[in-house]
């Protein structure tokens, strides 16, 4: 049977989180966006363990974040301890009278043991599976600056020749202008942005974000890479747009292109580069964009349940 423990008994058990999103000091930020924060282990294992928000009556995990999922002792769990926890879970969702559970796990770069194994169980006790969404990231222990197709490093040159740089910003006026990009990019592609450039800058407290502009000439933004540096090994990209008029100008190969080296001198293993998906509906151009750029295509599980 699963119970509620609290933060310091459940910490007690969990000293280390597989990605950010599940860390204490994230869910400390975003537990407003939720009706109440649960903290989940079975009764008499604590090879398991579920932070999750309760919103209108579901469990959620996550309820403010790209992706949730469970914490474990180690990631070489036993198949029937991950299927016993799924089991027990659907128990804690009847015995609490709640409506039922949504479930996203990471992408398999972040445990492909346990993703294996949890969808698996997932699909076998009955849970539903929501059309996964794709995903991208790139491996750069293997990056040597040379590109799935040629075109990528023409246009970045293109850039070049435009005159257009790509640099780290800290001042607050570039990254104002930059959020407006991106602002302006995901609500001409019919997007919503749930974060403020306030919201996303507070994350600063929690864990090191890096801001990346591509400039013209005048000093206008024209491209933006947003990274949030959770992970040992693994950075992740928020946001990363252009301006969609001047597309044609390459703006997103350079920022592409001076990130991975970036990232690859600091001695980070892969940038996720997040979902090409919205919902289960693939962007066949941003899919092609990603894996012109060596990315790698995979998958990101959601699961839900109602009793």
């Not at 864990?207 to 591509?214: K, S, T």
């Amino acid at each position: 049977m699963l119970v509620e423990v609290s933060k310091k008994e459940y910490r007690r058990r969990f000293t280390t989180d597989p990605h950010m999103f599940i860390s204490e000091a994230f869910i400390d930020v975003v537990e407003n966006k939720c009706d109440r924060v649960v903290r989940l282990m079975k009764e008499d294992d604590s090879s398991m363990g579920l932070i999750a928000g309760i919103k209108d009556g579901v469990l959620k995990s996550p309820f403010s974040a790209p992706f949730g999922g469970f914490h474990y002792s180690h990631e070489y769990q036993f198949y029937y301890t991950i299927s016993n926890f799924l089991t027990d879970l659907k128990e804690y969702i009847r015995r609490e009278g709640l409506k039922g559970l949504s479930i996203t796990l990471p992408p398999d770069l972040y445990q492909a043991n346990m993703n294996a194994k949890l969808v698996n169980a997932f699909v076998k006790l009955g849970f539903t599976m929501v059309t996964p969404d794709i995903c991208n990231w790139v491996d750069l222990k293997n990056f040597d600056g040379k590109w799935a197709k040629y075109v990528v490093e023409q246009n970045c040159r293109k850039a070049v020749k435009h005159g257009l740089t790509w640099s780290m910003v800290n001042d607050r006026e570039s990254m104002e202008e930059g959020y407006k990009v991106i602002l302006r990019n995901r609500e001409e592609q019919g997007r919503k942005i749930h974060m403020t450039l306030d919201d996303l800058l507070a994350m600063n407290w929690i864990v090191p974000v890096d801001f990346f502009c591509v400039k013209n000439t005048e000093d206008n933004v024209l491209g933006v890479g947003v990274f949030y540096r959770g992970h040992e090994k693994i950075v992740q990209g928020i946001f990363m747009g252009d301006d969609l008029e001047k597309r044609n100008l390459g703006i997103m190969n350079l920022m592409y292109k001076h990130c991975f080296y970036h990232y690859k001198n600091m001695e980070v293993d892969y940038i996720d580069l997040g979902t090409s998906s919205f919902e289960g509906e693939p962007n066949v151009g941003l899919i092609r964009f990603k894996e012109l750029h060596n990315c790698i295509t995979s998958l990101r599980y959601t699961f839900t349940w109602a009793p």
